[in-house]
């Protein structure tokens, strides 16, 4: 008799985490924290990183805009090698197809503005996400996150490399002003989010560096895409193997996309829907802590930015 899979979501998508209420939050948030390594490990995965990084990285520095591919694989092979196994234990049959690093560089050019990540699976069916390891305990003061929970519920179009969607309109934005938040994450917990969900994070104004690792990750058997603009005005969705990302460098131009990692290219139209006040009406913060005993980290780091 054939084993039966997990037990799909209300909406018929295939489950994320092991844990009931994580799981539940992840859904309805967009967003959920949970502890993954004791701080002492995080320290020593924190000095092994340091070792690789340039001595200048820049303001924001992370694994797909600016370093050369020999430095993406070793980091890459650190990351999966300390943490793999331990985030396996909480997620349903996923793997994981990048690793990297985010570090950020006391001052203000390396504020990151609300956006959504790429999607990386057929939404469908699927959720894609990214899991981000604070290796120093983040807050507003040296560059923590920020989240508008439940944007991961709105249906929003493919997103890609020059393909997204418009949210810049001042009624839009003034709504989305109101229901950000910051996400405090602790050294060794782990910020899990859906790539739907609109997240940003703000300034260092520490004194030292703020180091993150982290993994995206999808269902084992959910097929990975690349969707990217081209120079003549095409949208295409690269069916890809994981291995594609440790070579290929999106954020530079280029006039074609191929290679061994490269197993399907399907030209389509971009949507043209944009989020409206309407859409966000919904969506408020959640109120209250988890079960005790669950997976998920107590309530206690959402709360609302300081806004000068």
Known sequence: MAQEGPTLTSEGIFPTLKDPVAQAHFERDGIVVVPMLEPGEARELRRRILQELPADPGPFFDLFRNNPPELRKRIDSMIRGELEERVGEIFVDHDFWSATVLVKQPGDEGEIGLHTDWNMVDESRY?????????????????GLLAVPG??????????????????????????EAQTVAVDVSIGHAAVWDN??????????ADDWRIAAALGFKPRHAQLYH???MPDGVAHRFAIEREFFLDYEPFLPTDTIGGPHVLDDEPFAPSTWELTPQ???????????????SGADSRRWWRRPVRS
Request: proline share 10%; aromatic share 8%.
């Open 127 to 143: 959720r894609s996400g990214l899991i981000w390891l604070a290796l120093d305990d983040t807050s507003a003061r040296n560059g």
């Open 151 to 176: 944007t991961n519920r709105l249906d929003v179009p493919y997103r890609g490399r020059d393909v997204h969607f418009g949210f810049d309109t001042a009624p839009v934005q003034a709504r989305i």
């Open 196 to 205: 739907r969900l609109l997240h940003g994070s703000g300034p260092n104004t």
């Open 227 to 229: 969707y990217r603009l």
């Open 279 to 293: 859409d966000l009406a919904g969506l408020v913060a959640p109120p209250s802590d988890p079960a005790p005993d």
